[in-house]
């Protein structure tokens, strides 16, 4: 009998791996074949969550759902307006003119490494930087024809894109009225120890991540962009924007971005890559230790190496849509998971932290 309660558990244990795997696989597939309506919806629920913030203040000055919903979608509608006209010209205009000057740049630090060798070798020094230089400058290459051919095939769907754009903002119009309502059917259908500290996690998990993360995004291109103009780089804006849209990724993201805009500088201006990765650098320890502690709060902490877990998982399975929404799912199942073994409904706050410091650590 004893064994063959440990057969049991061994098969139980054994089996779980292959049919996670085999379910990660499915949702892979599942995403590449419904890819558009579940980038759309998913998109349209992240609007939606953080549109409900607004909405509810309005709400508290005795003006009805419907009513302020409308409002905030009518601000938000002439904001994305303001910034079509003024912002994206501007940065489409940047990004063409950066792909075209990302030859002559390399170009140019072909010369300064060559310059370098010849005087290693003037001190009998053997340094020899071609073969490592050549790579670099080939891997810039792909890049810079990838942007470019993507910058090409957007161009060509920009009808598609404003269609998109269109059926978000009605969903998202839908979701904040009806929202609830079909939330509420569904999570109906599971039972009340389940349902109920999902619902809550999952709330709190997306609403606390997405604001967060887009206003400490914020915070790096206004801290970043006055900076990088009294320095003088080129495509100061350009390069801002791309920190603070990379920060949006928990954790790796900052770190990707300033690297690659610090490559970007280093290939034109070895001196100015300096006052730029310490200038970023310097404004992301602000963010991470100052800020993010503060706009995150003190939730229920997710070990950083769940957290990389979920990004790589979130990024095989959807792509960069995978890695925005690894991190709240993950904190929402964890939360869910907390709470049911608490099995105290009335006092759960769920949520997680993503530690932004030199150490990480985990909220027991």
């Given at each position: 009998?004893?064994r063959s309660?440990?057969?049991?558990?061994?098969?139980?244990?054994?089996?779980?791996?292959?049919?996670?795997a085999?379910?990660?696989?499915l949702?892979?597939?599942?995403?590449?074949?419904f890819?558009?309506?579940i980038?759309?919806?998913?998109?349209a629920?992240i609007?939606a969550?953080?549109l409900?913030?607004?909405?509810?203040?309005?709400?508290?000055?005795?003006?009805?759902?419907?009513?302020?919903?409308?409002?905030?979608?009518?601000l938000?509608l002439?904001?994305?307006?303001?910034?079509?006209?003024?912002?994206?010209?501007m940065?489409?205009?940047?990004?063409?003119q950066?792909?075209?000057?990302?030859?002559?740049?390399?170009?140019?630090s072909?010369a300064?490494?060559?310059?370098l060798?010849?005087l290693?070798?003037?001190?009998?020094?053997?340094?020899?930087?071609?073969?490592?230089?050549?790579q670099?400058?080939a891997n810039?290459?792909?890049?810079v024809?990838q942007?470019?051919?993507g910058?090409?095939?957007?161009?060509?769907?920009?009808l598609s894109?404003?269609?998109?754009v269109?059926?978000v903002i009605?969903?998202?119009f839908y979701?904040?009225?009806?929202?609830?309502?079909?939330?509420?059917?569904l999570?109906?259908?599971?039972?009340?120890?389940?349902?109920?500290?999902?619902?809550?996690?999952?709330q709190?998990?997306?609403q606390n991540?997405f604001?967060?993360?887009?206003?400490?995004?914020?915070?790096?291109?206004i801290?970043?962009t006055p900076?990088?103009?009294?320095?003088?780089?080129p495509?100061?804006?350009?390069?801002?924007?791309?920190i603070?849209?990379?920060g949006l990724?928990p954790?790796v993201?900052?770190t990707?971005?300033i690297?690659?805009?610090t490559?970007l500088?280093?290939?034109q201006n070895?001196?100015?890559?300096?006052?730029?990765a310490?200038?970023?650098v310097?404004?992301?320890?602000i963010?991470?230790n100052?800020?993010?502690?503060k706009l995150m709060?003190n939730f229920?902490?997710?070990?950083?190496?769940?957290?990389?877990?979920?990004?790589l998982?979130?990024?095989?399975i959807?792509?960069?849509?995978?890695?925005?929404v690894?991190?709240?799912?993950?904190g929402?199942i964890?939360?869910t998971?907390d709470?049911i073994k608490?099995?105290?409904?009335s006092?759960f706050?769920s949520?997680?932290?993503?530690n932004?410091g030199?150490e990480?650590?985990?909220?027991?």
């Open positions: 009998m004893r309660a440990s057969l049991q558990t061994l098969l139980i244990y054994g089996l779980s791996g292959p049919i996670i085999l379910n990660i696989w949702l892979s597939v599942l995403f590449r074949f890819q558009n309506p980038t759309i919806l998913s998109i629920a609007l969550f953080l409900n913030y607004p909405v509810k203040l309005l709400e508290k000055v005795r003006i009805t759902r419907t009513q302020a919903v409308i409002i905030v979608l009518l938000t002439t904001l994305f307006i303001v910034l079509g006209v003024t912002l994206v010209p940065l489409i205009d940047q990004t063409i950066l792909l075209n000057k990302i030859p002559d740049w390399l170009a140019t072909q300064n490494l060559d310059h060798e010849s290693a070798k003037q001190r009998r020094l053997s340094i020899d930087l071609k073969l490592v230089t050549n670099i400058n810039i290459q792909n890049l024809q942007i470019a051919s910058v090409v095939g957007f161009a060509g769907t920009l894109g404003i269609l998109n269109v059926l009605v969903l998202a979701m904040l009225i009806y929202g609830d309502r079909v939330w509420s059917g999570v109906n259908l599971l039972p009340s120890n389940i349902g109920i500290p999902f619902s809550r996690s999952l709190l998990n997306f991540f604001l967060s993360q887009l206003l400490l995004g914020l915070f790096m291109v801290a970043l900076i990088f103009l009294f320095l003088k780089v495509f100061a804006l350009l390069f801002a924007i791309i603070g849209i990379s990724i954790v993201g900052a990707l971005g690297g690659l805009v490559m500088v280093l290939i070895w001196w100015l890559a300096f006052p730029v310490t200038m970023a310097i404004m992301q320890q963010k991470d100052l800020l993010a502690p709060g229920i902490g997710l070990n950083p190496l769940w957290i990389f877990i979920a990004i998982m979130g990024f095989e959807a792509g960069l849509l995978g890695t925005l690894a991190v709240p799912i993950a929402t964890k939360g998971f709470a608490s099995s105290n409904h006092d706050v949520n997680f932290r993503v932004y030199s990480f650590e985990e909220d027991e």
